[in-house]
């Protein structure tokens, strides 16, 4: 019986290659600090809602105040201004509006004989 020499192990193995270069570690930096708004702030963003003009002198307190400190930002004093101008205007437009229904309707209730019959208090 013939014996055959065992065959040699897998002799192409794959190409090693080289090792990546190792980078040096950055330096970790700490987390900014969180800025945070007032509660000046918020409260002249609510009450630029419910009572604009209240909530216009509140909003420029607070942006005053948080330009100050560098901890707090300026976004939510900002936004409370600018809803309290465009809720000021609103009413003023409304106001207009209805003077000038109002006085509309004097010159046309004038002009009629009898004048207007049932004419309420506001209009």
């Known amino acids: 019986m013939t014996t055959q020499p065992?065959?040699?192990?897998?002799?192409?193995?794959?190409?090693?290659?080289?090792?990546?270069?190792?980078?040096?570690?950055?330096?970790?930096?700490?987390?900014?600090?969180?800025?945070?708004?007032?509660?000046?702030?918020?409260?002249?963003?609510?009450?630029?809602f419910l009572v604009a003009p209240v909530g216009l002198v509140l909003g420029i307190v607070a942006l005053i105040v948080d330009a100050r400190r560098p901890d707090r930002t300026k976004g939510l004093s900002i936004a409370a201004i600018a809803v309290a101008i465009v809720m000021v205007a609103l009413a003023v437009a409304l106001l207009v509006i209805w003077l000038i229904g109002s006085v509309i309707a004097d010159v046309a209730c004038g002009e009629l004989a009898g004048g207007c019959p049932n004419r309420g208090p506001f209009f």
């Open 6 to 48: 065992p065959s040699a192990p897998y002799q192409a193995q794959p190409p090693q290659y080289p090792v990546p270069p190792q980078y040096p570690v950055q330096p970790q930096y700490p987390a900014p600090k969180r800025r945070t708004s007032s509660g000046l702030s918020v409260t002249a963003f609510v009450l630029a």
